[in-house]
């Protein structure tokens, strides 16, 4: 039978098949992707293969059908083996907020980085809007028109309130969407105002450090009634690539594209070379200086080149 992987927990996958059976498997042998040294060779959205055994009720995956795409983290800095956290998205979407806890640009940038990466689209969605101050909301707009400006959809929404979820609902009607955020943002919470009857168990932020806690284990993939599923995954710290190279980062900047075969030298950094289209538009504030920052430190991070960044 084929299905669709739903939940991983590392060692049990739960399969849905083309008939709507909900099934719990196991791994049968050991499947290996080529090219790919991971720590689970099997994720939620992988469509496979499974077979029954006779007089039981467990079914094993015995084959993962070829992915479209994949988004890959590590577990540690030192870490030579990759996790990957789903397959075949349709669109990454990451829930941040202005505050409480507040979100720092270059942790959306290593975010949408990833998806250029590995070609999946990505948007950035605003939550709490309910609770924002006039310098919040003044910092919204900021935000907004620094990645509408790179070419990324943005959504400003209060799961509390479910104002604007509407608008967010069209935008992932009929796509398999990942959801992720660090802890805290609300993203069980808006998942929930989305389709209120999964009812995704929700935290509490802590007065003190003003961090989320940690309410997703696992990815698990969740049906809408209105066409499309929800990834949710548990809350992150870092994002980690893999096999990515110093030279590579500029393309994955979609503002720095429209610019870079300008420049005068075909392996241009746009550091500090003349010539540099980059920097000349970077000057003429037709690129961010907060993405350009990121890019900056990126470029200098330890670990490119090597076994490469972190996503705990």
Known sequence: MEG???KSTGSWYLVKTREGQIVNCKIKGKLR??????TNPVAVGDKVIIEMPELHDIGMIKDILPRH???????????????????????????????EPR????????????????????AIIFNKIDIYQQND?????????????????????????????????DAIKDKVNLFSGISGVGKS??????????????GVISDYHKKGKHTTTFPEMHPLSFGGYIIDT?????FGLVEFRKHEIAERFPEFRRYQHDCHFNNCTHIHEPGCAVLQALEQKKIASSRYESYLRIMNDDYLDKELWEWE
Do not use: C, Q, W
Not at 103 to 122: C, K, M, P, Q, V
Not at 146 to 155: D, Q, R, S, V
């Open 33 to 38: 992707l080529k090219g790919i040294k991971t």
């Open 69 to 99: 795409n994949h988004i890959i983290r590590k577990s540690t800095n030192l870490s030579k083996v990759s996790h990957i956290i789903a397959a075949n998205i349709d669109l990454a979407l990451l829930v941040v907020t202005i505050k």
């Open 103 to 122: 979100i720092a640009t270059g942790f959306i940038d290593r975010f949408l980085l990833n998806s250029e990466a590995y070609h999946i689209d990505a």
């Open 189 to 202: 919470a808006l998942v929930n105002s989305i389709e209120p009857g999964l009812k995704l168990k929700t």
């Open 137 to 169: 909301l003044e910092r919204l707009h900021e935000l907004t028109e620094i990645y509408n400006g790179a070419g990324y959809p943005t959504f400003n929404v209060s799961a509390l309130t479910k104002e604007n979820i509407s608008e967010l609902k």
């Open 234 to 238: 548990p809350g992150i710290r870092e």
């Open 4 to 6: 669709i992987v739903i």
